[in-house]
């Protein structure tokens, strides 16, 4: 089993820590990878992953250590800058190699589906947020889910296919399906099948 987990040292550095778990210990954490992150502490929610690559994106979403100190709630102390894009860490599982390539725009990933490699391109799909959506989880609060109407433009996102090559170190992004049919999450796929290029992954719409 694979996982991720942020890291803070005392020097203020911050660093994405990609980790495995092998059944002969389960309480004991292997470190596959290490990413720097800067002085930024990250916001993480999921990967893309399959036997040969985890696929780390590093959304300008990052947490006001202060504010979460002083006890403000978690969606407050949420930042969002949209003059960064967002980056891509494409770890190598053999060696923990990695590969940082810039998406060229700024979003938001939640959850990812299949992952898989095809003429040494690195097929990733995923529900993406645009930039516009500085608040993206505040679209869960009571307040905001009492306003039908607003809940597509706010919490809208899309289903978007991003084609890594693992020669040239670039990305291209498209979209499979765009928001107009509302946010686009929760996607599963016959996990038999992770790693091998597969026809159909199972979504659920919101607020359309």
Known sequence: MFG?????????TNH?????????????R?????????????????FGFNEEY??????????DMTKQILGYPL???????????TILHVVKLEDGSVE?????????????GNQYVK???????????????EKLFATLTFDNMKKQSDMLEQGGGSWTRFEIDL????????????????????????????GQETCFTYLTAFWR
Request: glycine share 6%.
């Open 4 to 12: 991720i987990c942020g890291d803070i040292e005392p020097t203020g």
């Open 16 to 28: 994405l820590i990609l980790y495995k778990i092998e059944p002969e210990n389960i309480h004991k």
């Open 30 to 46: 292997i470190v596959v990878a290490t990413i720097s992150t800067g002085k930024v502490p990250v916001y993480e929610h999921s």
């Open 54 to 63: 985890a696929t780390i994106f590093q959304h300008p979403v990052s947490f």
């Open 75 to 85: 969606i407050d102390c949420m930042t969002y800058d949209n003059e960064k894009n």
């Open 100 to 112: 940082t390539i810039d998406s060229g725009f700024p979003f938001q990933m939640m959850h990812t």
């Open 119 to 133: 003429d040494n391109k690195l097929i990733v799909d995923a529900s993406t947020y645009t930039c516009s959506q």
């Open 167 to 194: 020669t040239e170190k670039t990305v291209n992004h498209f979209d499979l399906i765009e928001k107009e049919f509302g946010g686009l999450e929760l996607p599963a796929f016959n996990h038999l099948m992770r």
